[in-house]
C-alpha cells in the first residue's frame, strides 16, 4: 500500500494543473457533493463503479465530430485534492445534519484509484461510444463528472466547428481565429482559441492563448486606428531606413503621395477612384512606417475601393521602393467575393503598370461575420480571398451552441447497469467495454464496434458481426484489413501500469487533420453526409437487450 | 503630480482583482498591441481619446437588454499592469523591428489617466447608447477594447437570457440555474451562474459559484445515483431517529415498505401502479436516511406514476411518521405538463387517503432542455411545476449565443470621429455624449437621449426635442417627470473625483428585478414587443450629419 500511495503521487507530480486556476474539485453540481454524502452514509462510496462519458448526436447537422478536452481532465484528476477552504466550502453548503466523518473522507480523496481509458485528443469520434471510461470508487468518480462534462462538451464542440470551416476554406488558406471579443467569458475565448487550432486554424488574435499554448498570433489593426488620425500633417517623423540598411528615405509621406498620384493618374487605372480619403492615408502611413516589414491595411474605413485599396498600394508601393514587401489587405465588410475580385483585379493593374513583381499576389484577408454558409457562398461565386478571421460563428458555436455529452454509469460492483428511457436514443449501453475501430482494405475506417471487457478483440482478416445497438435489423459482417483499439490508458489507477502520454498541442492537431483526411470523404462532407456505422457485438448486443427487457416495467393499456 | 499618483493607487488597492485570474492586459487581441505600438511609434500614444461602448440590437429578438459585466471590467483596470514576463512575451510576439522604448513605456502604464463612465450593472438598456464611455491616452484606451468586450458581451447576453426566462415563469416559481456542464468552458459556467442570478434566477447547481459569489445553491441526484443500487437489502444501516430527536425508528426500510403497500391498496390510488422498481425505491430510500430533512427525488429513472412518485410518497410518509417533511420530486424527461398535474393529482391523493395536511403541496421540479418555448409552452397546457431547472438553453444562450457590443472612437483631442457605414445601423455616433433617460408621468421610462457633452441638460417638466439618430421624419417632443443622468462615474481617471461604489451582487440584482418591473410592459414582452425609443439631441442631431456628409465621399455612377 505504502508503494502504491507513493507511486501515483509522484506520476501526478509530473502533469501540471488545469490551464484556468478556476478548474477544481468544486467546479461541480451541488448534487455531486449530496450524492458522495449519500454513498458515504449508505457505506457504499467505494464500490467499484464504471462510467462511460459519451454523446449522442454529432453536432451542426454533420455525421463526424473531434474528441477535445482530454488533457484538461487528466490535469485536474492528477491534481485532485480538496482544499480546507474547499471543504468549509462544502460543509457549509450541505445540510447541518450531515455527519463530521464525511468531510475526513473528502479530505483524504484523491484520484490514485480512478482509471481513466480514454480516445486519444484530436481523434474523430462518434455518437454512442465512449470517449471516457471512468472507473473508480462511485463517489469519487460522481464528482468527476461536472468538471470532465465541462471541460469537453465545448472543446471537442468547437474543435468540431474549426474542422468543419476548414473543410469548406479548403486546405490552402489561412485561418485566422478572430473570436475572443463575442466570446462566453474569458475561457470561453481561451478555449477557442485552443481547440480550433487543434481543429485546424492556422493562428489566433488572442495574446493569452498565444502565450499559453503557444499558438501563431495574428493582428494588425482595427477601424478605430484608421480613424483616430485627421491628416498626413500629423506625421511628425517621416523618416525610414532601407530594408537593407543601405540608405534613408528622408520623407516617406511624400513618396506615398507621389505614388499615391502615379497611381491615380496612370493608363490602367485611370477613372477608378478619385480623392482618397487623407485620414486613411495618414493612418497606413503611419503604420507603414511603424511595420514596414508587416504592412497589411484594413481597406474598408471609408470606401475599399475608391479609397481603401488606392490607398493601400501607394503606401506599399513605397515600401517597395525602399526593399519592403507590403503583406495586404483587409476586408472587414460589404461583398466580400466581390471586392476580393476588383482588389485582386487592381493589384493586378499595378503589378502591370509599374512592373512590380508578383504585386498581384498580394495578400487578402476577410473577415465580418463569416460561418460555413458565408465560407460555401463566397466558393460558389469566386472570391481571391487567401486569409479568413473568423469570430463569432466560430467560437460561440453560433450554429449549435452546445455538445450533449453525458455521463452514465454502465456497471457498479462487476454488475452492469443500463439507464432506460421512452427515448431509445437515451437508453445508455450497459457494461465496462472496449471499443475498437476497423479499417477497411482502402484505409478508412469502416465501423466502431463495442464489445464486453472480456470478449476477445476482433481480429485482422477475420470476420466479426457488427450490430446495430438497438435496431436488430441492423447488422453486417465485416473483415478489418486493420483494428485499433480506441480506448487507451491515460491514467492508470496503478503507478505499475504505463500510461499514455499528453502530446504537446502541436501534434493533436497534427492527428486531427490526419483523421480527417483519413475519414472516407462522405462522413465528412457538409451536404448530407452519410453516417458512420457505430455497433455492438452480437454478444454485447443480446446482453443489452436481455438487461432491457428486464428491467423495464410491462405497460397497461386501459 | 505625486499625489496624483499615489492618488488612485490607494483607491486601486481597494479593488479586488478579476474573478478568473486568466484576465489580464493579456486577454486581448494582437493588434490592440500593434496599435499600441504604432501609436507610440507616431507619438500619439498620449493623444485623448474617448471610446463608446455600445451593442446595435437587443438579443434574442427582444426590445431590452440587462447590462452586466462591468464589475469585472473595473477589476480589471483597477488592476492594470504588465508583469515583466508579460512584456517579453508580447516583445516576442511583435516584429524585431520594434524599438525598446515601446517596451519601457508598457512597463509603465496603468489606469490612472483613464475615466471610465457607465450605466450601472443591472440596468436595463438599449441599442446604440453607450454603456461605458471609456476616455483616456489612445494607447492604452485601445488595450481595453478586447477585454471589456469579452468581459460586457457574454455577462449582458446571459442576464438579458436569464431576465426573459423569468419573465415568462412568473415571478412565484423558483429559477435554478443548472447549467455548467453544457458551458463554454469553466468560466462560461461560472459567468453564467453569475448572471443568471443577476437576471432573476434564484439558485444554482455550479458550487463554485456559490462560493466564489455567495449565490444560493441546489441540487440533490442524479440518475446514476438511482441505478447505483440493486435492492433494499443493500441498505445497512437502517435506523433513522426521529426530527425532534425523541425517537429512533430502528427500520427506516420496512416502514417505508409498509407505506408502500398502504399506497398500493389504498382506495383511492388503487390500480395507479403495480411493483415499483426496487432499485430504485432502495435509492430514495437511502437519500432520505442521508437527507431526512431535504428529501427530493428524482422520479424518472424508470417510470414516473408507475415506480417513480409511489416509490418517492412511500418514503416520504414514512419520513412523516417521523416528523420529517419531504421537499419533493424532480422530473427530468417526458411530457412535463401531463406528468407534472398527474404527480399532483397524486399527492392529493396521498393527502385526502392518509390525512397528512399539505402533502398536495408537494414541492415539483422540472428540467430537460427548457427554454422560453418550452415554459411558454407549459404556461398554455398548464402544469404543477413549482420549480425550474435550466441548463444548456439559459447559459449557453442558444437561441442567440453572442451579443454583438461594439468599441467605437467618438473623439480624439476633442475632434468628433464618426465610423461610417453602407449599412445605416452601423454609423457611429460621435462625440462625447451624455446619456439621460426621461421618464414620463405614469413613472414609466419615455426615451433615452444623448447630447453632446456640454449641452445644457434635460429638464424635469421642460419640453425637449429628441430626435432619431439617424432619420429625420423620426422625432418627438418629450416633456420629463423626471431625468436620469445614466453614465456615472466608475473610475474617475483622478483621485479627487468621487467614484461610483461597486455594489454586492445581491444589490445588482434587485436593481435589475426593479428596473424590469418599471419598463412598460409591452416593451418587455415576448410577442411583438414595442422598440424602446433611443434618440439624440437636436444639436447632436445636426451635428452627427454635418459630419456625415464630410466624411462620406460622393458617389458617382458610371
Avoid at 470508487?137 to 470551416?165: C, D, G, K, M
Amino acid at each position: 500500500m505504502e508503494a502504491k500511495a507513493n507511486g501515483p503521487k509522484e506520476e501526478e507530480s509530473r502533469i501540471d494543473p488545469p490551464t484556468n486556476p478556476m478548474v477544481t474539485p468544486l467546479l461541480s453540481d451541488l448534487y455531486q457533493f449530496t450524492m458522495a454524502y449519500a454513498y458515504w452514509k449508505a457505506r457504499k462510496h467505494n464500490e467499484r463503479a464504471v462510467f462511460d462519458l459519451y454523446f449522442r448526436k454529432n453536432p451542426f447537422g454533420g455525421e463526424f465530430t473531434v474528441f477535445a478536452g482530454l488533457e484538461e481532465c487528466i490535469r485536474l484528476i492528477a491534481n485532485f485534492k480538496f482544499t480546507e477552504e474547499e471543504i468549509a466550502f462544502i460543509r457549509a453548503s450541505l445540510p447541518e445534519t450531515c455527519e463530521d466523518g464525511f468531510y475526513d473522507y473528502l479530505r483524504g480523496i484523491d484520484c490514485s484509484d480512478v482509471e481513466v481509458y480514454a480516445v486519444p485528443e484530436g481523434y474523430v469520434v462518434f455518437p454512442k461510444v465512449p470517449l471516457l471510461r471512468v472507473e473508480g470508487p462511485i463517489a469519487v468518480v460522481q464528482l468527476l463528472e461536472t468538471p470532465f462534462l465541462n471541460l469537453i462538451n465545448y472543446a471537442s464542440l468547437v474543435a468540431t466547428n474549426a474542422a468543419r470551416h476548414r473543410s469548406i476554406a479548403g486546405k490552402s488558406k489561412l485561418l485566422l481565429e478572430f473570436g475572443l471579443r463575442r466570446a462566453q467569458g474569458p475561457d470561453g475565448g481561451i478555449g477557442a482559441s485552443k481547440y480550433s487550432y487543434i481543429g485546424g486554424f492556422d493562428a489566433t488574435s488572442n495574446v493569452e492563448a498565444g502565450r499559453l499554448f503557444g499558438i501563431p498570433l495574428r493582428g494588425t489593426h482595427s477601424h478605430a486606428f484608421v480613424s483616430s488620425f485627421m491628416s498626413l500633417d500629423e506625421i511628425m517623423e517621416k523618416s525610414l531606413q532601407s530594408s537593407d540598411g543601405s540608405s534613408t528615405c528622408e520623407d516617406f509621406v511624400s513618396l506615398v503621395q507621389a505614388w499615391l498620384s502615379k497611381i491615380k493618374w496612370s493608363h490602367l487605372s485611370h477613372g477608378i477612384f478619385g480623392e482618397t480619403n487623407q485620414s486613411e492615408l495618414a493612418a497606413f502611413t503611419s503604420y507603414a512606417l511603424a511595420f514596414p516589414n508587416n504592412f497589411l491595411a484594413l481597406v474598408d474605413t471609408y470606401d475599399v475601393m475608391r479609397s481603401g485599396v488606392p490607398n493601400f498600394c501607394a503606401v506599399a508601393l513605397a515600401l517597395n521602393d525602399l526593399g519592403y514587401k507590403a503583406v495586404g489587405i483587409r476586408l472587414d465588410s460589404g461583398d466580400l467575393a466581390y471586392l476580393s475580385c476588383e482588389a485582386r483585379k487592381f493589384f493586378h493593374i499595378i503589378e502591370k503598370e509599374f512592373g512590380v513583381s508578383n504585386f498581384g499576389k498580394m495578400g487578402i484577408t476577410a473577415s465580418n461575420d463569416l460561418n460555413e454558409e458565408t465560407l460555401d457562398a463566397l466558393n460558389k461565386q469566386g472570391h481571391e480571398v487567401d486569409a479568413f478571421g473568423i469570430g463569432t460563428n466560430l467560437v460561440t458555436c453560433y450554429a449549435q451552441p452546445a455538445l450533449g455529452c453525458v455521463f452514465k454509469l454502465v456497471e457498479i460492483n462487476n454488475q452492469p447497469r443500463i439507464k432506460l428511457s421512452e427515448d431509445v436514443s437515451k437508453v445508455s449501453i450497459p457494461c465496462k467495454k472496449r471499443c475498437y475501430r476497423l479499417y477497411g482494405k482502402e484505409g478508412y475506417p469502416l465501423v466502431d464496434i463495442m464489445t464486453g471487457e472480456n470478449e476477445p478483440p476482433p481480429k485482422m482478416a477475420e470476420r466479426i458481426l457488427c450490430r446495430h445497438p438497438f435496431n436488430e435489423s441492423k447488422r453486417a459482417y465485416v473483415v478489418p484489413r486493420h483494428v485499433e483499439e480506441l480506448l487507451k490508458c491515460f491514467w492508470p489507477g496503478s503507478p505499475d501500469k504505463a500510461r499514455e502520454e499528453l502530446p504537446p498541442l502541436m501534434q493533436i492537431r497534427d492527428r486531427c487533420i490526419k483523421q480527417l483526411q483519413q475519414m472516407r470523404p462522405d462522413h465528412v462532407r457538409r451536404l448530407n453526409p452519410t453516417p458512420y456505422k457505430v455497433s455492438v457485438s452480437a454478444k454485447l448486443y443480446d446482453f443489452i437487450h436481455f438487461l432491457w427487457l428486464n428491467e423495464a416495467p410491462v405497460g397497461e393499456l386501459q
